[in-house]
């Protein structure tokens, strides 16, 4: 994969050609994955004002006139890890306490409202404008995927942390693809294991 290929992992290609979380869990998998370790930190898609705001615009998290600043950028990125936490303790691990104090804090402040569709059908709306609005979306994401059940099959790749919907039906998968980082990661225990075997006591008499 060359470097213009892993730009466009994350939004225009998934690991694996894996198909992306199902309806608007996808938003939330796309905010986790607008940043990977693995990457260079300016690859960040919430990087700095402006690229959250282009981001975020594309999306629909916020309405223009909108105008995103460093401090929204910093909030963002802790909300965005923090949610990376939650979905690495679908594995069946525990959340982690920073991760859970900052999704209270930020759970305590959204204001959300009850729309109604022509047809009577219900929606919940943020009430407020640019970064709040963005955050109350990703958190009404957030419920609803764990009301309808579909949550635990988020997961955070456990080399990379890339979030990645599991389809598997034992829900087994733990890394984003078999072919990047599960193969690392066997290499590296492979190496690992190889270098015991091959360790020979050496003296210095
Ligand atoms: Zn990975």
């Not at 938003?27 to 994955?33: A, C, G, H, P, S």
């Not at 009850?114 to 009404?140: H, K, M, Q, S």
């Not at 389809?167 to 066997?186: D, H, L, Q, V």
Request: net charge positive.
């Amino acid at each position: 994969m060359d470097d213009r290929d892993k730009r466009r992992v994350g939004e225009q290609i998934e690991p694996g050609g894996r198909p992306k979380a199902p309806g608007r869990l996808e938003t939330l998998q796309r905010f986790v994955n607008t940043y990977n370790k693995d990457f260079p930190p300016a690859w960040d898609r919430l990087g700095t004002p402006a690229k959250a705001q282009a981001w975020l615009l594309r999306k629909g998290l916020v309405a223009p006139p909108v105008r995103i600043t460093y401090g929204d950028v910093a909030r963002l990125r802790e909300i965005r890890e923090a949610l990376r936490a939650l979905v690495a303790a679908n594995h069946g691990s525990a959340v982690p306490r920073g991760a859970l104090g900052t999704l209270r804090h930020e759970g305590a402040g959204v204001r959300l409202r009850v729309g109604f569709g022509p047809r009577g059908a219900t929606e919940l709306e943020p009430v407020g404008r640019g970064a709040d609005a963005a955050v109350a979306t990703v958190l009404d994401i957030l419920h609803e995927a764990q009301i309808s059940g579909l949550w635990p099959r988020l997961k955070a790749c456990r080399q990379c942390g890339y979030a990645f919907f599991d389809r598997s039906k034992n829900r087994s998968a733990a890394w984003c693809a078999m072919s990047i980082c599960g193969n690392r990661t066997k290499n590296r225990t492979y190496r690992r294991r190889r270098a015991r075997s091959h360790a020979v006591p050496t003296s210095r008499s």
